[in-house]
């Protein structure tokens, strides 16, 4: 069309894609928010589960076996987390007939029972539902990678928009208009948030397009395997020396151990329970990239800094968001009165 450049083709686009999707990356930037700062919510919300009375980490079969004797009818032991640092040791507990899961927290020193309960269950539970499927499952992953998409297009468009917009001359007489002062807002706080946005925005679409962690717990874990945990754990040690961080019990799809180490090379390995063989997995492992992509959006094992950074960015996106949708909604009632005002400027026609 005659008469408009680029960045007036960019503006119309930024705020078609902000009208289509703003909604939609309110709730994803107000759930990312709230789950950013769910370590601290919890620990506050149910610090029954983190005091522990050290940091020193037991056997795994010490913490498999405290499992075993909390066991309720019908629930089979489907997973161990042992994380370092201040986190207790966590298992998770399949009950297959309805398939919940529940979590035990234990105490790493002593392999004590600290708490328990049901795996995202609660506030934090509704929340990540929401922000990984929209409480869709598969289907909702999709259409949180497409509003993703097209968040991402809307940034960079109002980005563009931003750093190549023409500085309105103050006017002579008179307050600023209070719309005005408003879209300057808007583009301002859109501008200084651009990089932490687009960061948590794209790393989001790929973990939104990759498999998740509950594809692995989609099937049922066996009732009693054949082989204890130790023995596992010895079979896997011929190949990794790292520290042990989780372990996956068969189930009745696979029937083979799954072993993660803290180990560079060989950081997962796999021990079938018939024969206690060991092979190491390098095809189950997280590819290096996805790993620090889910680090960053996660926050998984990131400094302190991460939990403030990520929730500001968050309160961010929703106000940038919020501010647009605002602006367009009230947009039709302010033309007319801009155009009036610029034909009167502008004085009658030559």
Do not use: N
Request: net charge positive; charged share 20%.
């Amino acid at each position: 069309m005659a008469g408009i450049s680029l960045r007036d083709s960019g503006v119309r686009v930024h705020r078609w894609l902000g009208l289509a999707i703003g909604l939609l990356a309110i709730a994803l930037a107000l759930s990312g928010t709230l789950l950013a700062c769910a370590p601290l919510i919890e620990r506050i919300a149910a610090p029954a589960r983190y005091r522990i009375s050290g940091e020193t980490r037991r056997d795994a079969g010490a913490y498999a076996d405290t499992a075993y004797r909390r066991l309720r009818p019908g629930e089979r032991i489907a997973a161990l987390s042992m994380e370092g640092g201040s986190s207790p040791v966590i298992v998770t507990l399949d009950r297959v007939s309805d398939r919940t899961r529940r979590q035990l927290f234990l105490d790493p020193p002593t392999a004590q029972v600290l708490a328990s309960g049901w795996a995202d269950g609660g506030m934090t539970g509704t929340v990540r539902w929401l922000h990984g499927g929209l409480f869709l499952s598969g289907v909702g992953r999709w259409i949180v990678a497409i509003g993703g998409m097209g968040a991402l297009l809307a940034s960079l468009t109002g980005l563009w928009a931003s750093l190549f917009r023409q500085r309105a001359k103050p006017a002579a007489k008179g307050p600023p208009r209070k719309e005005t002062l408003k879209a300057s807002w808007h583009a301002r706080i859109g501008l200084w948030s651009a990089i932490p946005v687009l960061a948590m925005t794209a790393s989001g679409i790929v973990l939104a397009m990759s498999p998740g962690h509950a594809v692995a717990l989609s099937t049922p874990p066996v009732p009693r395997p054949a082989l204890s945990v130790r023995h596992v754990v010895a079979s896997a040690r011929h190949w990794s020396r790292g520290r042990l961080i989780a372990v996956e019990w068969p189930t009745e799809r696979s029937p083979d151990w799954t072993l993660r180490f803290d180990d560079s090379v060989y950081g997962t390995v796999k021990v079938a329970d018939d024969t206690a063989g060991a092979v190491s997995a390098p095809a189950l492992a997280v590819p290096v990239a996805l790993s620090w992509i889910r680090r960053l959006h996660e926050g998984q094992s990131m400094p302190w800094i991460w939990i403030p950074l990520a929730a500001l960015t968050g309160v961010l996106a929703i106000w940038v968001a919020a501010t647009g949708l605002i602006g367009r909604a009230r947009r039709p009632a302010v033309r007319p009165a801009r155009r009036s005002a610029d034909r009167r400027r502008r004085g009658p026609a030559a």
